[in-house]
């Protein structure tokens, strides 16, 4: 009776596709440190195909310094797309659409204008993209050994989740600072021109408080969206090459994966837009209204104000997301890092499922 239950379980399961395939190779693999370490089937290629080892701390810290390029540059890129969101969601009147708002700022700043508040955006998201891609990997190795090979395939896309909420609650801590200095520019005008002159500001008038009131409203905002990051990216690129892509992951060149890489990464950004556009907007206005909190500006914005600028940044978060995704893989390439395939049902729940003989 054992296998036809696991099997009920396995069909009734709505994340019943596989995770990883973590398996023991015969020999262990030697570390450059001299330890023995364990092999993962999932991340194993030709030992001169790769300059790390899965699991390792120079595999970390590159995928660390993948998050940095990734978030760093698609969001400093973004920041005139950005500065016209956050503008529609704290005065919707002045600025009633993303033309309109880049009309208004152009005619009032100039095209330089439209460049403001992207230091803090550069220095905020490279921090914020070092914890969360970083730490994402972290996790999922963590939390993928704690339920076992097995469970980890069948409940994959809960570990997903996992994983990157739990990333995204230390990045956000990272990030908060600088995204409340870039709002406080972006939407406030005549208070502070650039960074220099906006954090002594802002600490004078409300001190280390003001640079994490809208972390709450933050988490609310970017962890929602990581976990739909995330998921959904490692989802839909499981769904491309089983379904869209016409030949195996393996005989794809890098630059066909890469192709599945942005494909998937935007989608995924359409999804994660919609998600946490509310919190978005929450703490575009929390941020400009110094002495608000997050309940009064729920209030004051009511159902429909929450939605404000939603078309915009589905436009820069789908671009964004896949930019992202795009250049954390090609950081992986770059550096000859392991990149596991898509994953496989482990031999030996496809034993105890009698899929095998």
Known sequence: MYPTALTQLARGNPFSAPLFSLQKVEEPQQSLHGQRTRRLAAAATAEEDISCAFGSSKYYALCGFGGILSCGITHTAVVPLDLVKCRLQVDPDKYKSIARGFSVTIREDGFRGLAKGWAPTFIGYSMQGLCKFGLYEVFKVVYGDLLGEENAYLWRTSLYLAASASAEFFADIALAPMEAAKVRIQTKPGYA?????????????EGVWAFYKGLVPLWMRQIPYTMMKFSCFERTVELLYKYAVPKPRSECSKSEQLVVTFVAGYIAGVFCAIVSHPADSVVSVLNKESGSTAGQVLKK?????????????????????????FIYDSVKVYFRMPRPPPPEM??????????TE
């Not at 220099?196 to 004078?204: E, G, I």
């Not at 482990?346 to 899929?355: D, T």
Request: hydrophobic share 45%.
């Open 193 to 205: 021109n650039n960074l220099r002159q906006c954090v002594p500001k802002m600490f004078a008038e």
């Open 301 to 325: 914005l009511g159902p429909k104000g929450v939605w404000k600028g939603l078309v915009a940044r589905i436009i820069m978060i789908g671009t964004l997301t896949a930019l992202q995704w």
């Open 346 to 355: 482990p031999e030996s729940l496809k034993k105890k499922l009698g899929l």
